[in-house]
């Protein structure tokens, strides 16, 4: 079996070639490249989805506070405001959920770097706002509950939809800020996170991957610029209007609305953009947000010196 595609059509003529539905060829891939058995991939993919799932009700249970100040509670606030101008489940969850878990990053907790600790509530966040207003029908937001595994197909393969399309990012441009900016952390999550939707909705593969060329290219040219030089300003509550950019680039798709530019070129685009922006908002901040008067007074406030 071939373990390696470099385009969408060589990965769809091979699952056909095979016989095998995405998700199973990538646990298949996954041991291979691992040395590992099909089942210890999968229980090590159940013990991650856990984590996220901790994570996000630890978020969402109590103020999250970092140690710098710069943290302090959003996810916690957003879930209990009554005030709001949208009364739809699935976009309030996302939202709370993304908040939530990259607020525990941001105080040292764990997560899953999906794909980076950075972007690390985007994929969770809207996979379990999708996975809890379906399960629950509820309108209202509440703490979820936890869940053990050993979990379902579906949602082990809307996972895997989000790192099938993580690979073809880190394969054609980076996942890395310090190389392509936030587009490549936040902007790689929006795309993975609206791939996951699309599936979990009932999309195909191609129209899958379809929401996640609209996501990617509404995210590219995103300045990786850190106040302080730490993962919060502008990350935490990116983290929140990226899971947003997923879930209307799922709507606009299952309307029939495609992008223009195939998911691959986009990535094309992406890893040009990112070669191009300049050093200072590419993570070491040095520019953009994190050289701002507010962003220079709260790097002296936290570090000292300068």
Not at 257 to 267: A, D, G, L, R, T
Request: hydrophobic residues 45%.
């Amino acid at each position: 079996m071939k373990y390696q595609f470099s385009t969408l059509k060589d990965l769809q003529e091979l699952l056909q070639t095979e016989q095998l539905e995405f998700d199973e060829y990538l646990l298949k891939r996954e041991a291979f490249l691992s040395n590992k058995s099909p089942d210890v991939v999968t229980i090590e993919l159940d013990r991650r989805i856990v984590i996220t799932r901790e994570a996000l009700i630890r978020g969402l249970s109590e103020p999250q506070r970092s140690r710098s100040g710069l943290t302090n509670g959003a996810a916690y606030a957003y879930l209990r405001n009554t005030n709001r101008l949208l009364k739809e489940p699935l976009y309030h969850r996302a939202i709370a959920y993304a908040l939530a878990i990259n607020e525990v990053n941001a105080c040292g907790g764990k997560v899953v770097a999906f794909p980076t600790a950075g972007s690390s509530g985007i994929v969770p966040g809207v996979i379990w706002a999708y996975w809890d207003t379906l399960r629950s029908g509820s309108a209202e937001c509440t703490i979820p509950s936890k869940m053990e595994p050993p979990f379902g197909r579906p949602l082990r393969a809307a996972f895997l939809m989000a790192s099938l399309v993580g690979i073809f990012i880190a394969q054609g441009a980076t996942l890395a800020g310090a190389e392509g900016g936030c587009q490549a952390e936040c902007g790689s999550a929006g795309a993975m996170a609206a791939a996951a939707l699309a599936y979990l909705h009932g999309a195909s593969l191609e129209t899958s991957f379809q929401g996640a060329a609209l996501s990617l290219k509404n995210s590219l040219g995103l300045a990786c610029d850190p106040v302080a030089g730490l993962v919060e300003i502008p990350c935490v509550k990116r983290n929140a209007f990226v899971a947003a950019n997923a879930i209307t680039a799922v709507e606009l798709v299952l309307a029939g609305v495609k992008s223009v530019i195939p998911f691959e070129e986009v990535i094309q685009a992406m890893k040009q953009i990112g070669d191009s922006l300049p050093a200072s908002i590419r993570e070491n901040a040095e520019g953009g947000l994190a050289m701002t008067p507010t962003g220079l007074h709260y790097k002296k406030l936290i570090m000292g010196g300068e």
